[in-house]
């Protein structure tokens, strides 16, 4: 097959700019082939390279006592005591679930499930945080189904229990909804396998399934925006296989317990590019591949389509020669492929043949290490006007406002569709702050929240990243769990215009400020830019995701309110309306400022509530709709009404952080009162728990009929 000669035309449609095509030829002293120019393209797209992002992601503090691992590798390790450490990951699948959204979602589970997997974790616990356009936009139903679907079916078939996530909807994401995958996993903390290729003359393997044509560019379409064009690039999706991938996750854990592997890499984007790449880099090693040995599903597959597809459940690994035959049988009696694709070279090379023909020969490092990197130029997000005056509302008819929103509405059409219960030790299902795992065997237990609130990050980058971060201790903190390191997924627009360049590094910013006041590290993540079409970006989404650790389950805060317990408020009374789901919901606002993240207050607050778990019969942070979505979600979940004694706007709907909402017998008031006064932590009485009405203030309304409206409005508004 004659290859396309190498235009402007084509350059362009690899995602390479003029100034790094001159780059490319300083590089290699030529011309490229069209097998070389995709793999520049595929190592040096933003999806693989981080170019627009580096500078930024450097400031973020990765380290503590307890992180094993931090970001570099496939996920990040953390120690949990006992010898054990939880791997985890988010990682962004946006463009090819816009395009595709059942198999965009199913291979974004398969990816994150792979990146824990490879470290030779068994994964416990998946979450997934979706956000999508307008519930009236003719595509958004559409996209819902087939993601729920995706994310359900791949995760249900694998075998990992979905324990929590989030979905939003926003006009912003009309064109580009955000499918963010999140896994964790166990293993034993001296048994973790990273992705470092040593030895020269090693045996480079291939594992898994077939390469077939699906997915082929993938990497530089999420590197893109979209446009009218975006039917053509179906083909750029990957399709997954569950069952195949749970054969994999067996065969590489027995694999690993072989002593047979060297380094090992998931192939994920840009295929069998990318993760020979990284191997070879992070050795200080070349590679020399011989895909005429490379397992295909289709025939005369080229050069090009194999070292670009993004053909799921594949694994490449660095083997120890002498224990080939104990590696291969293993593989055999899982039923999956392996196959001897190349070996580790000295030389600084990145060497391709297929049959007798050079493909590609390419200074290896020059594709990972020495990838482009850019300070672009950004400006500071302007500061938020005053609020000012809002629209006169009844309390009542803004938490009608607030729960027929498909934002805030009851999500159990999602999660109903997940298998929350698999491996049966899920202890907290969705649909509470955070979800739980029981650690295999042990009295420990794992919480996992992920959490952002987009539009502060609009409004006020830096205070929206602390707040994310804050959101997120607050969400294990309400279980009991005492925090213990984040994952970040990034999803902004284009990096290249200043505006959201600031937006990306005040929020950056505010994410390093948090972690490091929170003791909560990154230790892993992903960066998704590009979020636009038709120039029209995303909401900036820094989703985080966070791992918190409970030392028993009697640690545990979870129960539920009892008719005469009190609503105890901790933390200072609401106040702050910009920015909230009230304005948005209510009247179509999004004016005034994100609201100001005290991050000592946090901590301080976070620490309170820890220390009196055992007096708490159920417990939740204030966040979106403030103290009166809140009340409202604890009470309609026991099936018990709820009364507020204030009526004020401000008190109930804003959005003022630092807070949570506890159930508590009256008989433990006074303990908790003088705990608080001795802490430094407010701690007021707001409301009782009991009959069958929700009244705010002198405001009330029966409880069964506004859990009716709150049951059914996501199904109603997407028309499920």
Known sequence: MTEPAI???????????????????????????????????AMWNEHCSYKSSKKWLRTLPTTGPQVICGPGENAGVVDIGDGQAVIFKMESHNHPSYIEPHQGAATGVGGILRDVFTMGARPIAAMNALSFGLPSHPKTAYLVKGVVEGVGGYGNAFGVPTVGGEVRF????????????????????????????????????????????????????????????????????????????KRLLEACLELMASGAVISIQDMGAAGLTCSAVEMGDKGGLGIKLQLADVPQRETNMTAYEMMLSESQERMLMVLKPELEDVARAIFAKWDLDFAIVGETIPEDRFLILHGNDIKADLPLSKLSSTAPEYDRPWVETPAAAPLGDIPAITPLDALRALISSPSYAHKAWVWEQYDSQVGADTVITPGLPAGVVRVHGTKKALAFTSDVTPRYVKANPF????????????????????????????????????????????????????????????????????????????????????????????????GAPKSGDLAVLIGPTGSHLGQSALLAEAFGMDSGDAPPVDLAAEKRHGDFIRAQARVLRCCSDLSDGGLALTAFEMAEAAGLGVALETGDIAALFGEDQARYLVAIDPKTLHGLKSAGHSAGVPVTVVGRFGGDTVALGDQSAPLKDLSQTYRTAFATALGL
């Open 463 to 558: 205070e929206g990243g602390k707040q994310a971060v804050a959101e997120a201790y607050r969400n294990l903190t309400a279980m009991g769990a005492t925090p213990l390191a984040t994952t970040d997924n990034l999803n902004f627009g284009n990096p290249e215009k200043p505006e959201i360049m600031g937006q990306l590094v005040g929020a950056i910013k505010g994410i390093g400020a948090a972690v490091a006041a929170l003791d909560m590290p990154i230790v892993s993540g992903n960066v998704s830019l590009y979020n636009e079409t038709d120039g029209s970006g995303i909401l900036p989404t820094p989703t985080i995701g966070a791992v918190g650790i409970l030392p028993t389950l009697d640690h545990l805060i979870h």
């Open 170 to 245: 926003h006009k912003s994401y009309n064109g580009n909804c955000l499918v963010n995958a999140f896994a964790a996993g166990l293993a034993d903390a001296d048994k973790i396998f990273y992705s470092v290729a040593s030895g020269v003359g090693m045996p480079v393997v291939y594992l898994g399934a077939k390469t077939g044509r699906d997915g082929v560019g993938g990497a530089t379409m999420a590197s893109a925006e979209f446009d009218d064009t975006i039917e053509e690039k179906r083909p750029t999706v990957q399709v997954g296989d569950p069952f195949t991938e």
């Open 7 to 41: 235009t402007p035309e084509l350059i362009a449609k690899h995602g390479i700019k003029p100034d790094e095509y001159a780059r490319i030829l300083d590089i290699i002293g030529r011309e490229p082939n069209f097998t070389e120019l995709g793999i520049f393209s």
